[in-house]
């Protein structure tokens, strides 16, 4: 096996973002990695030079900062709006000579908030204009792991037509429920002139980074589970559920478009404490946002059983009296 | 899971280090990793500070010289003896104040040798003496890759009885014939003092390298195989037709004592010459020395079914005749 993976996987997953993107996606632009994580650290190996910078909306995944540093890169946070939304002109200013990258997550992880095709839009015109005279394009990395977790029957957010440097991560451990397995891929935007290029580098970082290549057993997994996913109907219960009372009960809350996440804001600024009180009186685990880069929240994961979700209503109900919103 | 893996797993590996060595381990000396060049990856991030060396003995494995630059480490090369054994005065000349590790491999990719008791005791006093008065020792890191691949019923190799600060790296890729489902571990020595902290870097570095975690499928897998292993008299079987042959058609050859790998001299000095001329004219496909650190030789690997090496040997005869050497 190439350690870019199995032909016959790649090119599966190339049919299926043919399918999704209209574009000429075949295998020479898929590289199977271990996990969405796997793939980040490949793309920034292969990409970054040291001291380079990586813009990142926040609040963020917090691994990503990580990511960044292993390969000599500097994160960059641009707050995105109050709704979580992309604030593109505090992007456009945040981008100098030293910027390579933009890294975004939608649907996102605090948030579950999902990115408008306008503001991918925007985004990729600043990112035409600011690569204008530039040796090499800023890159667009879409870390889509959890694409495939929309509401509403949206279909999964093509991130692929809006700028041509843009590569797409994604794991399987959301779309198929198999955490731990580390399985996905890294997608290269099949117009991006630089895509041979870019294909050669994330192969060899594949094999020198330690990945080698993606599980084998798992790479052949892929294409028999075919278009299947998990249930989105289920997610989007619990969203419904949580959502309703907890706005019901006072809570200030984005409602998530997609993941299974959310991200109100606590009643109290500091969302240490709010979050401990949560834990050792109403039994409730949360995280304090100020861990995503952003305080005065805090992140409710809902990939649980409907039944936990139930119990925990009483005590989000109680916590928002004690704290004088409900 | 732990970003160290499943705890069954771990402490039946565990279960199995102690039986081999005598040591008291248990599950929280194992960490579990995306095979050996995974782990160490993530080692090698653990314990390199920007700048400091790793010293390898030559001939060796080439990809150890990227994983020791990704985490910004220097590799020094020191070369072995003529019977490819441990010149270890060589490697106490080659430690100085940057050095913090000593990356051995045995059995050996690309000559099949075996370090002796011996050579591994002499190594350890070194390694005593060169740490005394530093803040922290120098580690010996053993890539163990091919520890279940030793002839004659000699049992495996064990590193950790010489020296304290000793690290093992471990793949099933060759002990289960399972290429490709990255799966591996890295056992720290009981006897060292910082185990503790060494074992919680590793649980850190395997989460932010974007590993994760080893394959969550695969790991469940270890206990279940127990203590099976691909049949070492095959591959015993196979070294001795190609060495017999080789020495008689007058080949100089290390006889290999492990591992499915070897490694003769080229009859003539350019080794890049002759494995082009055995692939053209003699169809036989072996692997410049140079491209291990040691121009001169050629590595054959004979993972082959016997038939392609049955087949091969006219062809090592015919190239003998040629360059005068049968």
Redesign the interface.
């Known amino acids: 096996?190439p350690n870019s993976g199995y032909p016959e996987t790649r090119s599966f997953i190339a049919e299926q973002l043919r399918q999704e993107t209209g574009l000429p996606f075949t295998e020479d632009h898929i590289v199977m990695s271990?996990?969405a994580?796997?793939?980040?650290?490949?793309l920034l190996?292969a990409i970054l030079n040291e001291g380079e910078k990586v813009i990142v909306p926040s609040p963020y995944f917090v691994?990503f900062q990580?990511?960044i540093a292993?390969h000599g890169g500097r994160i960059v946070l641009v707050d995105t709006r109050d709704d979580f939304s992309l604030d593109v002109e505090a992007i456009a200013r945040a981008i100098d000579e030293e910027t390579r990258a933009i890294l975004i997550n939608s649907p996102n992880n605090p948030t579950g908030v999902v990115y408008s095709e306008e503001e991918l839009r925007e985004l990729g015109e600043v990112l035409k204009e600011k690569s204008r005279g530039r040796e090499k394009p800023l890159y667009l990395i879409s870390d889509d792991t959890y694409k495939t977790l929309v509401y509403n029957g949206r279909p999964p957010l093509n991130v692929f037509n809006f700028y041509e440097a843009t590569v797409s991560v994604f794991s399987y451990s959301k779309s198929l429920n198999?955490?731990?397995?580390?399985i996905g891929y890294v997608a290269i935007n099949p117009l991006f002139s630089g895509a041979g290029e870019l294909m050669d580098a994330l192969t060899f970082t594949t094999?020198?980074?330690?990945?080698?290549?993606?599980?084998?057993?798992?790479q052949r997994l892929i294409p028999l589970a075919g278009y299947d996913q998990v249930e989105i109907k289920n997610y989007q219960r619990k969203r419904d559920l949580l959502y309703e009372a907890l706005t019901e009960f006072g809570y200030e809350v984005v409602k998530p478009g997609g993941a299974f996440y959310m991200f109100p804001k606590t009643p109290i600024e500091d969302d240490v404490a709010f979050v401990a009180d949560l834990q050792r009186n109403f039994h409730i685990l949360t995280v304090p946002g100020r861990g995503f880069g952003r305080g005065g929240h805090f992140r409710i994961s809902y990939c649980v059983e409907m039944e936990v979700i139930e119990r925990s209503l009483e005590g989000f109900r109680e916590a928002a009296k004690k704290y004088g919103l409900y």
Chains 1, 2 share one sequence.
Do not use: D
């Open positions: 096996m271990v996990g994580a796997g793939g980040l650290n490949v190996k691994e990580f990511y292993n198999i955490p731990g397995e580390r094999r020198i980074l330690g990945f080698v290549n993606a599980p084998a057993l798992m």
